[in-house]
């Protein structure tokens, strides 16, 4: 074999174990694409200044694709001894004051196999030097849904300091495969396993005004 034959063979290889490790190390983009569709959260926050909206505004909004892997997850259901199996997804601090508002989704398989979702938040947020608390401290929204198709939920935080106030949203919903290119670019949050092994490393947030992290839980 001769001298151009064995570099051609090495590049070969190199190009080879560069796929191989693309393939390993890219569970995000194989799990999009086997995924029949999505769970998406959004958060949107703006301001207002006597009645009218302006000011900061942040609309984000995070997607988590439903494959099969994902539902292998929901290991257990509710029983005397356990919560059963669930996945939690919080974040908060929206880098626009210290101590802002929080959120939290719970989702886990109920006894009679439908889904039971639950959202709420809290938090404080600063409006012209004044802190000020939620009107509704702790939202809060429990839905139990048979297939995800159904999931459409929402609600909304306010804080008010004479006429100014921010309104902070959350909303979660199940959004099919091919209906995702109409909601535009989404990152995909982190999700870990129970045993803390990550199931999808999610794209980087931290150039996002909002992180989230995701878990399961037994």
Known sequence: MNGSSILTNRRNMK???WTLAFICFSPLTHAADEAKGFLVFEIG??????????????????????????ISNFKKVPSQNSAGSGLWCNGGNLNTSEGSTRFMWWIRKTADHRWSI?????????????KVQSRNPKASQDLRIK?????????MLSYVNNSDGINVSFKAKYVMAEDMKAEGPIPTAPVQKA?????????????FPVEIHCGFQD
């Open 118 to 130: 639950n959202m709420w938040g809290e938090g404080v947020e600063t409006i012209k030097g004044v």
């Open 15 to 17: 190009t080879l174990l």
């Open 195 to 207: 045993d803390r092994s990550p199931l999808f490393r999610g794209d980087d947030l931290s150039n």
């Open 147 to 155: 297939n995800w198709e159904d999931l459409d939920m929402q609600y």
């Open 45 to 70: 926050r703006y301001t207002y200044t006597q009645g009218t909206k302006g000011g900061s505004e942040i609309n984000q909004k995070f997607k988590i694709p439903l494959t099969e892997e994902f």
